[in-house]
Protein backbone atom coordinates (compact mmCIF):
# COMPACT_ATOMS: atom_id res chain seq x y z
CA UNK A 1 0.00 0.00 0.00
CA UNK A 2 1.31 3.66 -1.01
CA UNK A 3 1.45 6.33 1.59
CA UNK A 4 -1.09 8.19 0.09
CA UNK A 5 -2.90 4.86 1.05
CA UNK A 6 -2.68 4.58 3.96
CA UNK A 7 -3.31 8.25 5.12
CA UNK A 8 -6.51 8.05 2.69
CA UNK A 9 -7.60 5.09 4.90
CA UNK A 10 -6.23 6.36 8.42
CA UNK A 11 -8.16 9.00 7.58
CA UNK A 12 -11.68 7.56 6.88
CA UNK A 13 -10.63 5.32 10.19
CA UNK A 14 -10.66 8.64 12.11
CA UNK A 15 -13.87 9.28 10.64
CA UNK A 16 -15.62 6.51 11.62
CA UNK A 17 -14.15 6.72 15.10
CA UNK A 18 -15.30 10.64 15.24
CA UNK A 19 -18.39 9.63 13.62
CA UNK A 20 -19.37 6.81 16.09
CA UNK A 21 -18.29 8.43 19.11
CA UNK A 22 -20.32 11.37 18.77
CA UNK A 23 -22.88 8.61 18.24
CA UNK A 24 -22.27 7.07 21.37
CA UNK A 25 -21.62 10.17 23.44
CA UNK A 26 -25.01 12.05 22.00
CA UNK A 27 -26.86 8.71 23.16
CA UNK A 28 -25.52 8.88 26.86
CA UNK A 29 -26.51 12.43 26.95
CA UNK A 30 -29.57 11.61 25.65
CA UNK A 31 -30.21 8.75 28.23
CA UNK A 32 -29.01 10.82 31.28
CA UNK A 33 -31.43 13.25 30.35
CA UNK A 34 -34.31 10.48 30.43
CA UNK A 35 -33.04 9.36 33.50
CA UNK A 36 -35.44 9.84 36.75
CA UNK A 37 -33.89 11.38 38.83
CA UNK A 38 -35.02 12.06 42.95
CA UNK A 39 -34.78 15.02 43.86
CA UNK A 40 -35.46 16.23 47.67
CA UNK A 41 -36.34 19.72 49.35
CA UNK A 42 -32.70 21.23 50.99
CA UNK A 43 -33.68 20.04 54.26
CA UNK A 44 -33.28 16.66 53.14
CA UNK A 45 -30.64 15.31 55.21
CA UNK A 46 -29.31 12.54 53.45
CA UNK A 47 -27.55 12.96 49.49
CA UNK A 48 -27.24 9.01 48.98
CA UNK A 49 -29.99 6.53 49.46
CA UNK A 50 -29.69 3.11 48.86
CA UNK A 51 -31.96 1.22 46.63
CA UNK A 52 -33.44 -0.54 49.78
CA UNK A 53 -33.52 2.69 51.86
CA UNK A 54 -35.45 4.41 49.17
CA UNK A 55 -37.77 1.73 48.71
CA UNK A 56 -38.74 2.23 52.39
CA UNK A 57 -39.37 5.77 52.07
CA UNK A 58 -41.72 5.03 48.99
CA UNK A 59 -43.62 2.44 50.46
CA UNK A 60 -44.19 4.67 53.92
CA UNK A 61 -42.44 2.09 56.02
CA UNK A 62 -40.14 4.96 56.51
CA UNK A 63 -41.90 8.45 57.73
CA UNK A 64 -39.25 10.70 58.98
CA UNK A 65 -36.23 11.76 58.21
CA UNK A 66 -35.87 12.80 61.85
CA UNK A 67 -37.82 13.44 64.65
CA UNK A 68 -38.94 16.70 63.36
CA UNK A 69 -39.23 16.33 59.94
CA UNK A 70 -41.31 14.17 57.95
CA UNK A 71 -41.01 12.74 54.80
CA UNK A 72 -43.69 13.85 52.36
CA UNK A 73 -43.76 11.80 48.63
CA UNK A 74 -45.03 13.66 45.83
CA UNK A 75 -45.76 10.95 43.12
CA UNK A 76 -46.96 11.89 39.66
CA UNK A 77 -50.47 10.89 38.74
CA UNK A 78 -51.10 7.72 36.57
CA UNK A 79 -49.92 7.30 32.84
CA UNK A 80 -46.68 9.42 33.99
CA UNK A 81 -43.51 7.66 32.99
CA UNK A 82 -42.19 8.85 36.30
CA UNK A 83 -44.89 6.71 38.61
CA UNK A 84 -45.12 3.63 35.83
CA UNK A 85 -40.79 3.13 36.68
CA UNK A 86 -41.40 3.71 40.35
CA UNK A 87 -44.22 1.20 40.43
CA UNK A 88 -42.07 -0.92 38.51
CA UNK A 89 -38.81 -0.66 39.71
CA UNK A 90 -39.47 -0.22 43.94
CA UNK A 91 -42.80 -1.00 44.57
CA UNK A 92 -43.08 -4.21 42.30
CA UNK A 93 -47.09 -3.62 41.76
CA UNK A 94 -49.53 -2.64 39.11
CA UNK A 95 -51.22 -0.23 39.36
CA UNK A 96 -54.35 -1.57 41.27
CA UNK A 97 -51.88 -2.71 43.89
CA UNK A 98 -50.03 0.38 44.07
CA UNK A 99 -54.02 2.25 45.40
CA UNK A 100 -54.61 -1.15 47.58
CA UNK A 101 -51.02 -0.26 49.62
CA UNK A 102 -51.98 2.86 50.25
CA UNK A 103 -55.83 2.27 51.23
CA UNK A 104 -54.06 -0.51 53.12
CA UNK A 105 -51.45 1.70 54.85
CA UNK A 106 -54.30 4.35 55.83
CA UNK A 107 -56.97 1.09 56.97
CA UNK A 108 -54.33 0.04 59.53
CA UNK A 109 -54.00 3.46 60.86
CA UNK A 110 -50.13 3.53 59.85
CA UNK A 111 -50.62 6.60 58.11
CA UNK A 112 -53.19 9.30 57.52
CA UNK A 113 -53.19 10.14 53.92
CA UNK A 114 -51.34 8.69 50.93
CA UNK A 115 -48.77 10.62 48.65
CA UNK A 116 -49.13 13.77 47.42
CA UNK A 117 -50.05 13.42 43.53
CA UNK A 118 -49.03 15.89 41.34
CA UNK A 119 -49.46 16.27 37.58
CA UNK A 120 -46.76 17.39 36.03
CA UNK A 121 -43.04 17.87 36.88
CA UNK A 122 -43.34 21.60 37.26
CA UNK A 123 -45.77 21.37 39.82
CA UNK A 124 -43.78 18.56 41.42
CA UNK A 125 -41.03 20.53 42.16
CA UNK A 126 -43.35 24.00 42.84
CA UNK A 127 -44.46 21.85 45.62
CA UNK A 128 -40.98 20.57 46.46
CA UNK A 129 -39.88 24.19 47.16
CA UNK A 130 -42.57 24.45 49.92
CA UNK A 131 -42.99 21.24 51.76
CA UNK A 132 -39.69 20.59 53.91
CA UNK A 133 -39.05 16.76 53.80
CA UNK A 134 -40.84 16.19 50.46
CA UNK A 135 -38.99 14.36 47.91
CA UNK A 136 -40.44 13.25 44.32
CA UNK A 137 -38.83 11.83 41.23
CA UNK A 138 -38.67 14.54 37.81
CA UNK A 139 -36.93 13.61 34.07
CA UNK A 140 -33.07 14.49 35.05
CA UNK A 141 -32.96 17.75 32.08
CA UNK A 142 -35.91 18.66 33.97
CA UNK A 143 -34.18 19.92 37.02
CA UNK A 144 -33.79 23.07 37.55
CA UNK A 145 -29.62 24.38 38.72
CA UNK A 146 -29.77 24.34 42.77
CA UNK A 147 -32.54 21.87 44.20
CA UNK A 148 -31.02 18.75 45.52
CA UNK A 149 -30.47 15.88 43.92
CA UNK A 150 -29.99 12.24 46.24
CA UNK A 151 -27.81 9.86 45.02
CA UNK A 152 -29.74 5.98 44.34
CA UNK A 153 -26.59 3.24 45.77
CA UNK A 154 -24.10 5.99 45.08
CA UNK A 155 -24.87 7.00 41.33
CA UNK A 156 -27.00 9.77 39.98
CA UNK A 157 -29.19 9.79 36.70
CA UNK A 158 -26.36 9.16 33.85
CA UNK A 159 -24.21 6.80 35.58
CA UNK A 160 -23.90 3.22 34.49
CA UNK A 161 -26.20 1.20 36.83
CA UNK A 162 -28.00 3.74 37.96
CA UNK A 163 -31.79 2.40 39.08
CA UNK A 164 -34.34 5.06 37.69
CA UNK A 165 -33.51 4.36 34.02
CA UNK B 1 -54.87 90.01 31.42
CA UNK B 2 -57.56 89.03 34.63
CA UNK B 3 -59.53 87.34 31.60
CA UNK B 4 -56.66 85.79 30.80
CA UNK B 5 -56.00 84.14 34.13
CA UNK B 6 -59.74 83.12 34.45
CA UNK B 7 -59.34 81.18 31.25
CA UNK B 8 -55.92 79.77 32.11
CA UNK B 9 -57.66 78.59 35.60
CA UNK B 10 -60.45 76.97 33.55
CA UNK B 11 -58.33 75.36 31.24
CA UNK B 12 -56.78 73.50 33.87
CA UNK B 13 -59.64 72.90 36.09
CA UNK B 14 -61.45 70.94 33.07
CA UNK B 15 -57.78 69.45 32.25
CA UNK B 16 -57.51 67.81 36.09
CA UNK B 17 -61.43 66.98 36.41
CA UNK B 18 -60.56 65.60 32.71
CA UNK B 19 -57.65 63.79 34.25
CA UNK B 20 -59.16 62.31 37.68
CA UNK B 21 -63.27 61.65 36.86
CA UNK B 22 -63.90 60.68 33.38
CA UNK B 23 -63.71 57.27 32.85
CA UNK B 24 -60.70 55.68 31.37
CA UNK B 25 -62.96 54.50 28.51
CA UNK B 26 -63.20 57.61 27.52
CA UNK B 27 -60.06 58.52 27.12
CA UNK B 28 -59.27 54.90 25.10
CA UNK B 29 -57.60 55.46 21.66
CA UNK B 30 -60.64 54.24 19.29
CA UNK B 31 -58.28 55.61 16.15
CA UNK B 32 -56.69 52.70 16.43
CA UNK B 33 -58.98 49.05 16.91
CA UNK B 34 -57.09 45.71 18.81
CA UNK B 35 -55.74 43.53 15.84
CA UNK B 36 -56.49 39.58 15.85
CA UNK B 37 -52.69 39.48 17.21
CA UNK B 38 -53.19 41.59 19.69
CA UNK B 39 -56.56 40.54 20.93
CA UNK B 40 -54.96 36.48 20.47
CA UNK B 41 -52.24 37.53 22.78
CA UNK B 42 -54.03 39.05 25.28
CA UNK B 43 -56.40 35.87 25.66
CA UNK B 44 -53.00 34.13 26.57
CA UNK B 45 -51.44 36.20 28.95
CA UNK B 46 -55.59 35.62 30.33
CA UNK B 47 -54.92 31.92 30.10
CA UNK B 48 -51.35 31.91 31.38
CA UNK B 49 -52.79 33.78 34.45
CA UNK B 50 -55.74 31.89 34.73
CA UNK B 51 -53.41 28.63 34.68
CA UNK B 52 -50.82 30.18 37.26
CA UNK B 53 -53.59 30.87 39.32
CA UNK B 54 -55.17 26.97 39.05
CA UNK B 55 -51.77 25.98 39.92
CA UNK B 56 -51.57 28.03 42.99
CA UNK B 57 -54.48 27.16 43.85
CA UNK B 58 -54.18 23.37 43.87
CA UNK B 59 -50.46 23.73 45.39
CA UNK B 60 -51.90 26.00 48.25
CA UNK B 61 -54.87 22.89 49.09
CA UNK B 62 -52.10 20.21 48.62
CA UNK B 63 -49.93 21.92 51.35
CA UNK B 64 -50.87 19.57 54.68
CA UNK B 65 -53.22 21.51 57.05
CA UNK B 66 -54.08 20.48 60.31
CA UNK B 67 -56.67 18.80 61.40
CA UNK B 68 -56.91 17.12 57.60
CA UNK B 69 -60.02 14.95 57.95
CA UNK B 70 -59.92 12.14 55.06
CA UNK B 71 -62.69 9.64 54.71
CA UNK B 72 -62.49 6.42 53.75
CA UNK B 73 -65.49 3.64 53.58
CA UNK B 74 -65.87 -0.15 52.90
CA UNK B 75 -69.33 -1.96 51.79
CA UNK B 76 -70.37 -5.30 51.36
CA UNK B 77 -73.47 -7.04 50.06
CA UNK B 78 -73.51 -11.06 49.74
CA UNK B 79 -75.74 -13.79 49.60
CA UNK B 80 -75.15 -17.38 51.14
CA UNK B 81 -77.01 -20.55 50.80
CA UNK B 82 -75.92 -23.72 52.61
CA UNK B 83 -77.74 -27.58 53.56
CA UNK B 84 -77.14 -26.74 57.34
CA UNK B 85 -80.19 -27.34 58.96
CA UNK B 86 -82.59 -24.31 60.55
CA UNK B 87 -80.17 -22.26 58.42
CA UNK B 88 -81.83 -20.46 55.20
CA UNK B 89 -80.23 -18.98 52.23
CA UNK B 90 -80.50 -15.28 52.41
CA UNK B 91 -78.93 -11.97 51.31
CA UNK B 92 -77.22 -9.93 53.89
CA UNK B 93 -76.09 -6.01 54.25
CA UNK B 94 -72.51 -6.93 55.41
CA UNK B 95 -71.01 -3.86 57.66
CA UNK B 96 -70.76 -0.43 56.54
CA UNK B 97 -67.65 0.50 57.82
CA UNK B 98 -66.49 4.16 57.83
CA UNK B 99 -62.74 5.50 58.84
CA UNK B 100 -61.56 8.97 59.45
CA UNK B 101 -57.59 9.83 59.63
CA UNK B 102 -57.04 13.13 60.21
CA UNK B 103 -53.24 14.55 60.55
CA UNK B 104 -53.68 16.65 64.26
CA UNK B 105 -50.07 18.19 63.66
CA UNK B 106 -46.85 16.92 61.84
CA UNK B 107 -46.50 14.22 64.72
CA UNK B 108 -50.17 13.74 65.90
CA UNK B 109 -52.38 11.55 64.40
CA UNK B 110 -56.20 10.55 64.65
CA UNK B 111 -57.64 7.48 63.31
CA UNK B 112 -61.43 6.63 63.85
CA UNK B 113 -63.34 3.53 62.54
CA UNK B 114 -67.45 3.20 63.07
CA UNK B 115 -69.03 0.38 61.71
CA UNK B 116 -73.33 -0.01 61.38
CA UNK B 117 -73.71 -4.00 61.69
CA UNK B 118 -77.34 -5.10 60.21
CA UNK B 119 -78.52 -7.81 63.13
CA UNK B 120 -81.63 -10.00 64.15
CA UNK B 121 -82.31 -8.46 67.34
CA UNK B 122 -80.91 -5.12 67.42
CA UNK B 123 -84.42 -3.43 66.73
CA UNK B 124 -87.14 -2.54 69.26
CA UNK B 125 -89.91 -4.75 70.82
CA UNK B 126 -90.86 -8.38 72.23
CA UNK B 127 -89.71 -10.64 70.16
CA UNK B 128 -87.15 -7.92 69.38
CA UNK B 129 -87.12 -6.47 65.54
CA UNK B 130 -84.26 -6.62 63.46
CA UNK B 131 -82.25 -3.32 62.94
CA UNK B 132 -78.65 -2.32 62.91
CA UNK B 133 -76.07 -1.88 65.65
CA UNK B 134 -73.52 1.55 65.55
CA UNK B 135 -70.03 0.18 67.17
CA UNK B 136 -66.97 2.37 67.57
CA UNK B 137 -64.70 -0.16 66.12
CA UNK B 138 -61.38 1.62 66.39
CA UNK B 139 -60.79 5.29 68.10
CA UNK B 140 -56.79 6.12 68.02
CA UNK B 141 -54.93 9.36 68.75
CA UNK B 142 -51.56 8.61 67.78
CA UNK B 143 -48.32 10.46 68.90
CA UNK B 144 -44.95 10.03 66.73
CA UNK B 145 -41.86 10.76 68.36
CA UNK B 146 -40.20 8.91 65.06
CA UNK B 147 -39.85 5.93 63.56
CA UNK B 148 -38.69 4.27 66.40
CA UNK B 149 -41.46 5.17 68.92
CA UNK B 150 -45.05 5.93 68.15
CA UNK B 151 -47.22 5.68 71.03
CA UNK B 152 -50.99 5.22 70.89
CA UNK B 153 -53.93 5.46 73.06
CA UNK B 154 -57.30 4.37 72.43
CA UNK B 155 -59.54 1.24 71.13
CA UNK B 156 -57.56 -0.68 68.18
CA UNK B 157 -57.60 -4.17 66.87
CA UNK B 158 -55.21 -6.20 68.98
CA UNK B 159 -52.16 -6.96 67.00
CA UNK B 160 -51.38 -10.16 67.93
CA UNK B 161 -52.70 -11.27 64.73
CA UNK B 162 -51.96 -10.63 61.38
CA UNK B 163 -55.40 -10.35 59.59
CA UNK B 164 -57.12 -8.72 62.70
CA UNK B 165 -54.42 -5.67 61.94
CA UNK B 166 -54.81 -5.89 58.40
CA UNK B 167 -58.34 -6.62 56.86
CA UNK B 168 -60.53 -6.53 60.47
CA UNK B 169 -63.67 -4.25 58.53
CA UNK B 170 -62.55 -3.97 55.21
CA UNK B 171 -63.53 -7.06 53.54
CA UNK B 172 -62.77 -5.43 49.75
CA UNK B 173 -59.41 -5.73 50.97
CA UNK B 174 -59.06 -9.00 51.96
CA UNK B 175 -59.33 -12.16 49.54
CA UNK B 176 -61.40 -14.17 50.37
CA UNK B 177 -65.54 -13.41 51.52
CA UNK B 178 -64.83 -13.67 55.53
CA UNK B 179 -62.03 -13.93 57.96
CA UNK B 180 -60.85 -16.94 59.31
CA UNK B 181 -62.73 -18.67 62.83
CA UNK B 182 -59.30 -18.25 65.12
CA UNK B 183 -60.76 -14.33 65.29
CA UNK B 184 -63.17 -13.36 67.62
CA UNK B 185 -63.90 -16.08 69.79
CA UNK B 186 -60.19 -17.89 70.19
CA UNK B 187 -58.35 -14.64 69.48
CA UNK B 188 -59.34 -11.32 71.09
CA UNK B 189 -60.11 -8.96 68.36
CA UNK B 190 -60.17 -5.76 70.36
CA UNK B 191 -58.20 -4.28 72.58
CA UNK B 192 -58.79 -0.58 74.93
CA UNK B 193 -55.34 0.91 76.34
CA UNK B 194 -52.18 2.12 75.67
CA UNK B 195 -49.90 0.79 72.63
CA UNK B 196 -46.12 1.59 71.51
CA UNK B 197 -44.30 0.69 68.70
CA UNK B 198 -41.70 1.34 65.71
CA UNK B 199 -38.70 0.06 64.21
CA UNK B 200 -36.12 -2.15 66.02
CA UNK B 201 -32.99 -1.00 65.17
CA UNK B 202 -31.75 -0.63 61.28
CA UNK B 203 -31.22 -4.15 59.96
CA UNK B 204 -31.71 -5.59 56.60
CA UNK B 205 -34.34 -7.52 58.58
CA UNK B 206 -36.58 -4.40 59.43
CA UNK B 207 -37.50 -5.64 62.85
CA UNK B 208 -40.36 -4.03 64.48
CA UNK B 209 -42.01 -4.14 67.99
CA UNK B 210 -45.75 -3.23 69.48
CA UNK B 211 -46.26 -3.47 73.28
CA UNK B 212 -49.45 -2.71 74.27
CA UNK B 213 -51.35 -2.96 77.88
CA UNK B 214 -54.81 -2.50 78.57
CA UNK B 215 -58.20 -3.71 79.32
CA UNK B 216 -58.77 -7.39 78.32
CA UNK B 217 -61.88 -9.43 77.15
CA UNK B 218 -64.93 -8.33 79.22
CA UNK B 219 -67.00 -11.19 80.64
CA UNK B 220 -68.37 -11.78 77.14
CA UNK B 221 -65.06 -13.22 76.13
CA UNK B 222 -65.68 -11.72 72.31
CA UNK B 223 -66.04 -8.42 73.32
CA UNK B 224 -63.48 -5.83 74.69
CA UNK B 225 -63.89 -3.96 77.91
CA UNK B 226 -64.85 -0.76 76.73
CA UNK B 227 -66.44 0.51 80.07
CA UNK B 228 -63.98 -0.78 82.31
CA UNK B 229 -62.02 -3.74 83.02
CA UNK B 230 -63.42 -6.81 84.45
CA UNK B 231 -60.57 -6.89 87.20
CA UNK B 232 -57.29 -5.65 88.43
CA UNK B 233 -55.07 -7.62 86.00
CA UNK B 234 -54.63 -5.33 82.59
CA UNK B 235 -54.02 -7.21 79.50
CA UNK B 236 -50.88 -7.23 77.67
CA UNK B 237 -49.15 -8.34 74.99
CA UNK B 238 -45.68 -8.15 72.75
CA UNK B 239 -44.89 -8.51 69.10
CA UNK B 240 -41.95 -8.24 67.32
CA UNK B 241 -42.41 -8.50 63.38
CA UNK B 242 -40.12 -8.91 60.37
CA UNK B 243 -39.98 -7.60 56.39
CA UNK B 244 -36.49 -8.74 55.73
CA UNK B 245 -35.13 -6.69 52.72
CA UNK B 246 -33.76 -10.14 50.80
CA UNK B 247 -36.98 -11.30 50.37
CA UNK B 248 -39.89 -8.44 49.42
CA UNK B 249 -42.80 -9.55 50.15
CA UNK B 250 -42.08 -11.68 53.11
CA UNK B 251 -43.46 -10.77 56.81
CA UNK B 252 -43.23 -12.81 59.28
CA UNK B 253 -44.22 -12.33 63.51
CA UNK B 254 -45.09 -13.85 66.59
CA UNK B 255 -46.83 -12.54 69.33
CA UNK B 256 -47.58 -13.18 73.35
CA UNK B 257 -50.76 -12.11 74.75
CA UNK B 258 -51.82 -12.14 78.51
CA UNK B 259 -55.10 -11.59 80.22
CA UNK B 260 -57.06 -12.95 83.41
CA UNK B 261 -60.41 -13.30 82.08
CA UNK B 262 -63.41 -13.21 84.38
CA UNK B 263 -66.96 -15.05 83.00
CA UNK B 264 -70.20 -14.22 83.62
CA UNK B 265 -70.80 -16.92 85.84
CA UNK B 266 -67.58 -15.42 88.01
CA UNK B 267 -65.14 -17.62 87.57
CA UNK B 268 -61.71 -16.52 86.80
CA UNK B 269 -58.81 -17.52 84.10
CA UNK B 270 -55.43 -17.14 83.57
CA UNK B 271 -55.33 -16.58 79.94
CA UNK B 272 -51.99 -16.73 77.54
CA UNK B 273 -52.07 -16.65 73.85
CA UNK B 274 -49.02 -17.18 71.65
CA UNK B 275 -49.51 -16.79 67.89
CA UNK B 276 -46.99 -16.09 65.33
CA UNK B 277 -47.61 -15.47 61.13
CA UNK B 278 -45.76 -15.97 58.03
CA UNK B 279 -47.13 -14.26 55.19
CA UNK B 280 -46.31 -13.72 51.26
CA UNK B 281 -47.86 -10.63 50.42
CA UNK B 282 -47.44 -10.20 46.57
CA UNK B 283 -50.27 -11.92 44.73
CA UNK B 284 -48.58 -14.24 42.62
CA UNK B 285 -48.71 -16.27 45.04
CA UNK B 286 -49.95 -14.95 47.72
CA UNK B 287 -49.81 -17.01 50.92
CA UNK B 288 -51.37 -15.93 54.44
CA UNK B 289 -50.29 -18.58 56.99
CA UNK B 290 -51.18 -17.85 61.14
CA UNK B 291 -50.96 -20.12 64.18
CA UNK B 292 -52.46 -19.31 67.48
CA UNK B 293 -52.53 -21.66 70.94
CA UNK B 294 -54.88 -20.07 73.61
CA UNK B 295 -54.18 -21.31 77.40
CA UNK B 296 -56.59 -21.34 79.99
CA UNK B 297 -55.30 -22.05 83.63
CA UNK B 298 -58.51 -22.30 86.07
CA UNK B 299 -57.64 -19.22 89.14
CA UNK B 300 -58.77 -22.08 91.38
CA UNK B 301 -58.35 -25.54 91.30
CA UNK B 302 -55.88 -25.33 88.12
CA UNK B 303 -57.00 -27.05 85.97
CA UNK B 304 -55.39 -25.94 82.35
CA UNK B 305 -57.27 -26.17 78.82
CA UNK B 306 -55.45 -25.49 75.80
CA UNK B 307 -57.08 -24.45 72.24
CA UNK B 308 -55.45 -24.13 69.19
CA UNK B 309 -56.31 -22.95 65.82
CA UNK B 310 -54.48 -22.39 62.51
CA UNK B 311 -54.93 -21.32 58.61
CA UNK B 312 -53.27 -21.08 55.52
CA UNK B 313 -54.72 -19.48 53.01
CA UNK B 314 -53.31 -19.64 48.83
CA UNK B 315 -53.99 -17.25 46.02
CA UNK B 316 -52.91 -16.22 42.81
CA UNK B 317 -53.65 -13.29 40.79
CA UNK B 318 -54.24 -14.62 37.01
CA UNK B 319 -52.29 -12.41 34.26
CA UNK B 320 -54.27 -12.89 31.80
CA UNK B 321 -58.06 -10.48 31.46
CA UNK B 322 -56.65 -7.38 33.18
CA UNK B 323 -55.06 -9.56 36.06
CA UNK B 324 -58.87 -9.62 37.73
CA UNK B 325 -59.19 -12.89 38.68
CA UNK B 326 -57.66 -14.16 41.49
CA UNK B 327 -58.90 -17.70 42.44
CA UNK B 328 -58.29 -19.00 46.35
CA UNK B 329 -58.01 -21.41 48.60
CA UNK B 330 -57.96 -21.56 52.28
CA UNK B 331 -57.71 -24.78 54.96
CA UNK B 332 -58.56 -23.78 58.82
CA UNK B 333 -58.13 -26.36 61.74
CA UNK B 334 -59.35 -25.81 64.87
CA UNK B 335 -58.17 -28.28 67.87
CA UNK B 336 -60.32 -27.15 70.63
CA UNK B 337 -60.62 -28.68 74.09
CA UNK B 338 -64.39 -29.64 74.18
CA UNK B 339 -64.12 -28.86 78.26
CA UNK B 340 -63.16 -25.30 78.30
CA UNK B 341 -66.01 -23.35 80.87
CA UNK B 342 -65.29 -19.69 79.39
CA UNK B 343 -65.31 -20.62 76.02
CA UNK B 344 -67.72 -23.36 75.20
CA UNK B 345 -66.16 -24.02 71.63
CA UNK B 346 -67.95 -26.45 70.72
CA UNK B 347 -70.24 -24.07 68.42
CA UNK B 348 -66.66 -23.84 66.57
CA UNK B 349 -65.93 -26.29 63.49
CA UNK B 350 -63.29 -28.62 63.39
CA UNK B 351 -62.20 -28.17 60.17
CA UNK B 352 -63.03 -25.69 56.80
CA UNK B 353 -61.83 -25.99 53.42
CA UNK B 354 -63.02 -23.24 51.16
CA UNK B 355 -62.21 -22.31 47.61
CA UNK B 356 -63.11 -19.09 45.25
CA UNK B 357 -62.77 -16.73 42.89
CA UNK B 358 -62.27 -13.43 43.20
CA UNK B 359 -63.06 -10.71 40.26
CA UNK B 360 -61.79 -7.42 40.51
CA UNK B 361 -64.95 -5.23 38.55
CA UNK B 362 -63.20 -2.37 39.38
CA UNK B 363 -60.23 -0.59 40.90
CA UNK B 364 -62.56 -0.01 43.79
CA UNK B 365 -65.05 -3.01 43.79
CA UNK B 366 -64.52 -6.78 43.87
CA UNK B 367 -66.96 -9.63 43.44
CA UNK B 368 -66.10 -13.09 45.29
CA UNK B 369 -67.86 -16.23 44.51
CA UNK B 370 -66.93 -19.14 47.27
CA UNK B 371 -67.54 -22.88 48.40
CA UNK B 372 -67.63 -24.40 51.36
CA UNK B 373 -66.90 -27.24 53.25
CA UNK B 374 -67.07 -27.31 57.26
CA UNK B 375 -66.96 -30.33 59.62
CA UNK B 376 -67.80 -29.74 63.07
CA UNK B 377 -67.20 -31.67 66.08
CA UNK B 378 -70.38 -33.65 66.24
CA UNK B 379 -69.08 -35.56 62.91
CA UNK B 380 -71.80 -33.32 61.18
CA UNK B 381 -70.36 -32.21 57.42
CA UNK B 382 -71.90 -28.62 56.14
CA UNK B 383 -71.43 -27.23 52.26
CA UNK B 384 -72.16 -23.80 51.74
CA UNK B 385 -71.96 -21.53 48.35
CA UNK B 386 -71.42 -17.41 48.62
CA UNK B 387 -70.88 -14.90 47.08
CA UNK B 388 -70.33 -11.33 47.63
CA UNK B 389 -69.73 -7.75 46.35
CA UNK B 390 -67.15 -5.87 48.18
CA UNK B 391 -65.97 -2.50 47.72
CA UNK B 392 -64.40 1.05 48.99
CA UNK B 393 -65.24 4.20 48.49
Known amino acids: MSLSGLLKTMRRLLLVTGFLWVLFFQAGVAQAAEDIALVAHPTVPVDN ?11 GNHQYWSPDLRVTLLIRAPVARERDLLLKKFYEMSEPQFRQHWI ?3 FRAETTSGPKVVFSSDMALELLVLIPGSITFVRADQVPKGLKVIQIDGRLPGDPGYSLQ | ?11 TGFFLFGVFFVPEALWADTS ?19 EQQTRQQIISEMRTKYPSLNILGFGNISFSTTDEAGKTSSFRMGQFVLHFSSALSPRVSYFGEISITARRDAGEGDPKASGFDVEIERNIIRFDQGDHLKISAG ?43 GALGESSLNLAYNVGMGNGRGKVLGRA ?18 KPDRFFGLDIGASVYGDQITTTSGAVFDEMIFSAHLIWSK ?17 SGGATFDHQSAYLQIAY ?7 RFKPYARYEHNKLDPAEPPLSPTSLFKRRAIAGLRFDVSSYAALKIEYRKEKKDSGSDNNSGLAQVSFTF
Request: glycine residues 4%; proline residues 5%; hydrophobic residues 45%.
Open chain 2, 225 to 242: GDAGDVNNNKAWFVNVLS
Open chain 2, 283 to 299: ENPEVISEYANIRHEAK
Open chain 1, 104 to 106: SKI
Open chain 2, 155 to 197: RFHTPINWWNSTFHHGVWLQTTIDRPSMLGTLVPIHFLGVVLE
Open chain 2, 317 to 323: RLPWLEA
Open chain 2, 32 to 50: NPPTNEMLLERIEQLERRS
Open chain 1, 49 to 59: LSFVQARKILL
Open chain 2, 1 to 11: MTEGIIKIFAL
